[in-house]
């Protein structure tokens, strides 16, 4: 069975600065991995999503994220937050298999003070 | 990208009515749709893994008798949440995924509240 880590439930950080969102996952397959955003009140919306290939992946509104197989980890990483990226992030896994079912860490509360 | 809408996205009842929710899928078919739950500042808890002209599969603790899916098309999927009582008062997400897709498409979710 897959599991998902994310070590920190609230991140702090001020507008401008870097951030980085910890994931890290447990599986004894190969599996996708994907980091998802939620918005107060909202459904969630897909950030990024690593399949196969490069492991440094980048996806919308300027986050990146990185596939690291020996430490088990897939962070999140924005160079310059802004105070429109205040979310609820998800990092999830799935096997590869289109029948799997996702699984998703206990998230991550990122606030921006400006 | 695929778009997902769920309706309606708040409804309050009274206790001991039944609810349904429903999870579209507009521009792609969705052989497989998944109906999660949502505590206050809590992860995604997932209910069931709807399967379109097949039995849902239900995850463990959850009740299928009061927690109804139906996914009677490639494009539709219904949550009924029967007898409804306070405890069952959350936010309920829908997902979909497309054939052959990896990723999961969510809809916007419904606040339920139940008096």
């Known amino acids: 069975a897959q599991s998902v880590t994310q070590l920190d439930s609230q991140v702090p950080v001020f507008e401008e600065a870097p951030v980085e969102l910890r994931c890290n996952y447990s599986s004894s397959v190969s599996v996708y991995l994907f980091w998802y955003v939620q918005y107060p009140n909202q459904g969630l919306q897909l950030l990024l999503k690593y399949l196969s290939g490069s492991t440094l992946v980048k996806g919308i509104n300027g986050f990146e994220a990185e596939f690291n197989k020996s430490q088990t980890s897939f962070h999140l990483r924005k160079p310059s937050v802004h105070i429109s990226d205040t979310a609820e992030y998800f990092c999830a896994v799935t096997r590869y298999s289109s029948a799997s079912k996702i699984i998703f860490g206990s998230g991550t509360r990122l606030s921006i003070r400006p | ?115």
């Open chain 2, 1 to 115: 990208g695929a778009v997902v809408s769920q309706h309606p996205s708040w409804v309050i009842c009274k206790s001991g009515t039944s609810v349904k929710i429903e999870c579209r899928s507009l521009d792609f078919q969705a052989t497989t749709m998944f109906w999660y739950r949502q505590f206050p500042k809590q992860s995604l808890m997932l209910m069931a893994t709807s399967n379109e002209g097949s039995k849902a599969t239900y995850e463990q603790g959850v009740e299928k008798d009061k927690f109804l899916i139906n996914h009677a098309s490639l494009t539709l999927s219904t949550l009924t949440v029967t007898s409804a009582h306070p405890e069952d008062s959350s936010f309920y997400i829908c997902s979909a995924r497309a054939d052959r897709g990896e990723e999961l498409f969510f809809g916007s979710g419904t606040q339920l509240s139940v008096l």
